[in-house]
């Protein structure tokens, strides 16, 4: 794969910038590499520089731009909703919940949230799962309570069942309640997609106590640490989403590669 053939490089390229490659793909043409600074976030400028080197870096490596062809270059960062694909993506956000959808329904479900509790390669375990957005959830439950005048609170089943294998579920229609079992077991291979879930009810709650606070060293130290904000400027929706991405290098235009595209032109007409 062409991604095979280039992280190794890139990751090397990245050490003495004191950043890490958190992801990198190629997809229609397209070189999206994902950057990440546990520290201190990337900024857009601190982006747009190292997208700048990682051309100039290519420009030098003949072997790289062989194997990948005329591509776009995409610099960004995981942003707080940050991808989980690989095994150490997981481990990392062990505590935390996180949102999946699976390649194949379980009790008539795709889209699960829960608490990651563990994994370790083979396995992941999730517990407090749903198969409703939480922070939606919540919303529609207490306009649903307000206009019936209903102000009793919802409680768990009490005397839940142990965690459950997915294979478990596969048959299942969705009547089955994921609320009787502890959380549910599944396979890497089960999952198509999964990200950290940011909880924006959580992030202003944070943000009020903050302005409470504001001179508390230990309470600013902690909204500040970049664990549950974005990568970018605060109040920033399409960087929440999205993470930050960098502008285009003066050399690119939306990220192309004009300089390896015009070389390959040149290499066809002189063949």
């Known amino acids: 794969m062409k991604v095979d053939a280039i992280q190794p490089e890139l990751e090397a390229f990245c050490v003495p910038l004191g950043v890490t490659v958190y992801d990198l793909r190629y997809q229609q043409e397209k070189l999206i590499v994902m950057l990440d600074r546990p520290a201190k976030p990337l900024d857009l400028a601190e982006l747009a520089e190292i997208s700048g080197s990682f051309s100039s870096f290519l420009d030098t490596r003949e072997d790289l731009l062989a194997v990948l062809g005329n591509f776009e270059l995409e610099v960004t960062t995981p942003g707080v909703e940050r991808p989980l694909r690989r095994t150490e993506h997981f481990q990392k956000a062990a505590g935390k ?53 209903d102000k009793t609170a919802a409680s768990p089943p009490e005397g839940k069942a142990d965690f459950v294998h997915a294979a478990e579920l596969e048959t299942a229609g969705p009547s089955v309640s994921l609320a009787l ?78 300089t390896a595209n015009s070389d390959s032109d040149r290499r066809a007409k002189n063949g």
């Open 181 to 258: 079992y502890k959380g549910i077991v599944l396979d890497p291979e089960d999952i198509e997609e999964a990200h950290l879930y940011f909880d924006w009810r959580e992030a202003l709650s944070k943000a009020e106590s903050s302005d409470k606070n504001y001179g508390d060293t230990d309470a600013d130290s902690e909204y500040f640490s970049g664990e549950d904000l974005p990568d970018g400027p605060a109040g920033d929706m399409t960087t929440v989403t999205e993470g930050t991405l960098a502008p285009a290098h003066p050399r690119q235009t939306d990220f192309s590669r004009e």
């Open 97 to 149: 919940r996180i949102a999946i959808k699976l390649k194949r329904a379980l009790a008539g479900r795709r889209r699960l949230w829960g608490i990651l509790e563990s994994t370790d390669g083979s396995e992941i375990i999730i517990s407090d799962v749903t198969d409703s957005d939480p922070v939606n959830a919540v919303s529609r439950s207490a306009a649903k309570k307000k206009s019936t005048g």
